[in-house]
């Protein structure tokens, strides 16, 4: 099982911050059972990211990232822009969010 810390120093790794930066990710946090230490081997990765600037990714573009992403890390991953986190989750998230770059 992929451990927290195993987790934060791929997504801290030359390799993914590449990967992130096709979609224009300036911030990434990781949110949810792994930044609270409560994930088991069913866990997803869900992280929260910030662009540099006001650039929009859909499409191929965010499907392939995601895709590799999944693949590095072994597991499914959640990736979602903060601007669009739901207002009642942002306490939530705020309260256990790790910085990861």
């Known amino acids: 099982m992929l451990s927290k810390d195993k ?3 791929l997504l801290k790794s030359v390799e993914i911050k590449s990967i992130l930066k096709e979609i224009w990710v300036e911030h990434l ?4 059972s792994y930044s609270r ?10 992280l929260i990211y910030q662009q ?4 929009r990714v859909w499409g191929i573009k965010f499907l392939k990232v995601k895709s590799i992403l999944e693949s590095r ?13 739901n207002k009642n989750f ?3 998230i705020e309260k256990d969010k790790k910085f990861i770059f």
């Open 29 to 32: 946090y990781l949110v949810w």
């Open 73 to 85: 890390l072994n597991k499914k991953v959640e990736l979602v822009e903060d601007k669009y986190i």
């Open 37 to 46: 230490w409560d994930y088991n081997e069913n866990s997803d990765i869900d």
């Open 90 to 92: 942002k306490s939530s």
């Open 7 to 9: 987790l934060i120093d």
């Open 52 to 55: 540099n600037g006001d650039i």
